[in-house]
Every structure is written in C-alpha cells, then in structure tokens.
C-alpha cells in the first residue's frame, strides 16, 4: 500500500518566494495534518482537516502560512513570502476513524531551506 | 494544553537494555503511542497502549504505563545499532508530541 506521500523531499529557495508543500494522504484516510519539525521547537501541529475541512489552524504561525485540501486526496501548505526561520521539516499525516483511536501515518516530509 | 515531556537523550551500548522515558500531564488521555524516527524519514508507529492497561509487550518492545504518575516508559530488550533514532512518545487524542528522545547505540 502506498504511504503518504510528499513532495518536493528537499526545496532550496531564496527569502521572499513562495513555497508550495504538497501531500497526497492514504486513500481512506478523512484526517490530515500539517507538522513542522525543528531542532528548537521540536514537532509542531500546524493545522489539522476532517474530510477536507480545517478543522484546527491555531499553530499556523502567521498569515503568511496557508493550507487548503481541495479534495480527499490532495492538500497543500503554502508560505509566502518566505523567510529563513521557516526553514524546516514539514510533515504530513494522515489518519482515519477520528483522531483518538487510529495512529498517524507520516510522510517522509520536505525539508525546506530558507536562504 | 497538554505537555509531553521527555528526556533528550540516551545513549548505550549493543545488546543493553534501553529504557525511555515520558511524562505527561493530562489523565484523560485514552491511547498513548510510541514512535521511531530514522534519519531522513517520517515518524513511524513502534506501538500503542491503552489508557486502561499497565503494560504491553510486543517482541523486544515491553510499554510500561503508570497512570498515577503519568509516567510511560519503552524499554527495548537488546537494543542494537539499527534501533538508533529518535523515539517520540505522543497523546494521539490530544495531538500533542513529546520533544523526542535521541538513541544512539554503539557497537
């Protein structure tokens, strides 16, 4: 079965563009998560969506951070402009039967480099 | 909200026993998950246990819970350099991740 999968695995840009994330859930899967991960911070929930609603965006750092999920197999987080403090590891995760009761399937994430 | 707290790191040697542990602040959580993370890749489910047991085996893998402390611990019986990563223990209902424990296994 394939996994979440992620794209790009690796984006190098300069500060000011735009950054798009992308992840492709398990099929069947109605919950996904935006993640990133840092040395400092550790693993942070950005946003949350049930069947293809956001559901929870209070870790989304700042408007310049936007996720959507257009359909049950797609979703993308976008920053723009960017900065280099956003660099990072984003992750996806996708799940199923509510939050409480089945584990999270991760991507192998996008490791972005802000320069 | 909820905290998950943990050691940064551990280090032992092949064929030891490796103990890792977690504290957590919220009691009504009803699963709490163990996850391994190898470099360069996502986390991956290790194994689970429910809020209603004190202890889970699974092969080398022995979950301890206690709930009156909030303690949860992984112990891993022979531990061997393939099991180098970060383990993340995580309140699964709460979406809370703790800081993540760096295992280092030397020969």
């Known amino acids: 079965d394939a996994g979440v999968i992620q794209s790009p695995r690796h984006e190098v840009t300069e500060m000011g563009q735009e950054v798009t994330l992308r992840c492709k859930p398990i099929?069947?899967?109605?919950?996904l998560f935006w993640y990133r991960q840092t040395m400092m911070r550790g693993l942070e929930l950005l946003i949350y969506?049930?069947?293809?609603?956001?559901?929870?965006d209070s870790g989304m750092p700042e408007d310049r951070f936007s996720a959507k999920m257009p359909n049950a197999s797609f979703s993308t987080l976008k920053i723009q402009p960017s900065e280099p403090r956003d660099s990072a590891v984003y992750f996806c995760?996708?799940?199923?039967?509510?939050?409480?009761?089945?584990?999270?399937?991760f991507g192998d994430g996008t490791r972005l480099s802000i320069l | 909200g909820e905290d998950v707290e943990q050691s940064l790191f551990l280090s032992v040697r092949e064929g030891d026993s490796s103990v890792i542990n977690c504290t957590y602040t919220?009691?009504?959580?009803?699963?709490l998950y163990w996850y391994k993370q190898e470099p360069g890749a996502g986390l991956q489910l290790l194994t689970y246990?429910?809020?209603?047991?004190d202890m889970k085996q699974d092969q080398r893998l022995t979950v301890l819970l206690n709930k009156k402390d909030k303690h949860l611990s992984l112990r891993i019986a022979d531990t061997q350099t393939g099991d180098s990563a970060i383990y993340f223990c995580?309140?699964?209902?709460?979406?809370?991740f703790g800081t993540g424990t760096r295992l280092l296994v030397s020969p």
């Open positions: 995760a996708s799940t199923s039967r509510g939050v409480g009761h089945q584990p999270q399937h």
């Open positions: 919220d009691s009504s959580s009803t699963y």
């Open positions: 969506f049930n069947n293809n609603v956001p559901i929870d």
């Open positions: 246990i429910f809020s209603n047991m």
């Open positions: 995580a309140d699964n209902q709460k979406l809370v």
């Open positions: 099929s069947g899967h109605d919950y």
